[in-house]
């Protein structure tokens, strides 16, 4: 009678680690809780603005094209499988590096203060100040930023450094560039590192929390951002010697026939 208790208690055992590793994870899935037809508030768009070591490529038309061409500095181009050529043709943009104290020293106008401010705000003030100054009475000036990059890293499937192309990025599409995360991605955890007045500052996002995801600072992204993405616990226990044994159930099925042969050489 005492060993049928004992056999039902080792099947109860197995029987629960078993339904324990077939759960469903609760940490995977994105925006829990953001059902169709919700609405979230988003932080205010944080659109990317100039700072020091930024290239600006700023490109002038007007209805002169040898006038506007001026403005039009030749700059080097590579292009796939071809060598070095210089860009002279009227669709060509110079490109302005901004100094460390936020200017850029333009064609005829001289240093312009651009640091804070965002491409489409550069371009007109550009084009007033060369409007105002009837140097092209007709102006239209693109600016566009040429390396605005964020890096992804971590557990993600394609980690790397990556364009923005946009003005406002968020944290969602420059992980989506970098292929999603992995399966043993900690999505709970985020990590973005952006530098801040000299210092580095570090935000934490959770991206199966819809409400503190959207309302985070880092949630739209800026120039040389920092996304890392830290492995779940499983992952780092894959780093020790049977880091995750105790997890599986043929442990917990080892762990109860052993109990149970203690059992029965205690009862005889």
Known sequence: MKKKYIGLLVAAVAVLSMLSACSAPKDITYMQGFDNGMAQEVRSQSRITAQPDDRLGIYVSSSNPELAQVFNLAIPQQRIGQATTMATSNQASAAFTVAPDG???????????????????????????????????????????LNATVSVLGDVNRPGEYPIDRDDMNVLQAISKAGDLNITGDRKNVLVVREENGKDVAYRLDLTNTASLMQSPAFYLQQNDVVYVEPNNVKKRQATVNGNTVLTPSFWLSVASFLTTIVVLIIK
């Open 103 to 145: 200017t850029i020293n333009y064609p005829v106008l001289g240093e312009i203060k651009v640091a804070g401010m965002s491409r489409h705000d550069i371009a007109k003030l550009i084009q007033n100040e060369l409007r105002s100054s009837e140097q092209l009475k007709d102006a239209v000036v693109t600016v566009d930023f």
